[in-house]
């Protein structure tokens, strides 16, 4: 009988275009970007650094008519996205291109395991931690402002949860989304402790920019540690508009 009611609410929502999930009540990341879009009201999420789509599909996996607009510039990682997206009218795979504090052109370094691939050369920490992070070869990309081109893809009446996930070049998308900010509701984004890529802002300046923009602290997950000596190297930070 409960199985029964419960394929019935199913069938119920599928028809509003929702679908019924165990959400975990973890510190998973899943499930506190559901909670940050949650508590930031957000209705559209500007998910950077996409790669191949496992962030977008792990939120429609919550609720699948939400919202989703994906940045990967790696050309393979975008194919794959784009073979994902086919299947949901709400999300949208932007043309290719990196997102900085400049418009121009960009060389991307890109790792074996993909996931790793950035704008910015990779430190001997980082492959030592991960071996299959090593950059293996280089391509050209496009790179824009998001405050330039965020016309094409949203109206300046959609609330914005903007994820980053832009290894160590997350200070620079920040910077070249400063004309949008008035929209973004919620931030989430990749922070390192330990310098993994040459130049990039460590955590806790990246924490205290944000915060001077007008977001507080809305909770931290781990994400990835070394795994010989179990110290955490970067995390996921969740940010909210500061009321008021």
Do not use: C
């Amino acid at each position: 009988m409960k199985d029964h009611i419960v394929h019935t609410f199913k069938r119920l929502l599928a028809r509003s275009g929702l679908e019924l999930n165990r959400l975990d009540s973890s510190n998973s990341e899943r499930a506190l970007a559901w909670r940050l879009i949650s508590a930031s009201a957000a209705d559209l999420v500007v998910d950077v650094g996409a790669n191949e789509g496992q962030y977008a599909l792990a939120l429609l996996s919550i609720r699948n008519d939400l919202r989703i607009v994906s940045f990967e510039p790696l050309s393979t990682a975008r194919g794959a996205l784009l073979e994902r997206s086919r299947r949901y009218e709400n999300w949208t795979v932007a043309e290719r291109m990196a997102l900085g504090s400049a418009k121009g052109s960009a060389w991307l370094f890109v790792s074996a395991n993909s996931l790793s691939s950035s704008l910015l050369p990779m430190r001997p920490e980082h492959v030592r931690a991960a071996p299959e992070s090593a950059y293996v070869r280089q391509e050209s990309t496009p790179l824009e402002r998001l405050d330039d081109i965020a016309g094409r893809y949203w109206s300046p009446s959609d609330r914005l949860m903007l994820k980053i996930d832009a290894q160590g070049y997350e200070a620079d998308v920040l910077a070249g989304a400063r004309g949008i900010l008035n929209q973004v509701t919620g931030i989430q984004t990749e922070i390192s402790f330990v310098t993994l890529y040459e130049t990039q802002m460590l955590a806790y300046d990246v924490i205290r920019q944000i915060e001077e923009l007008g977001f507080t602290l809305f909770a931290i997950n781990s994400d990835f540690r070394d795994p010989h000596s179990h110290a955490l190297l970067q995390a996921n930070a969740f940010f909210v508009r500061t009321a008021g």
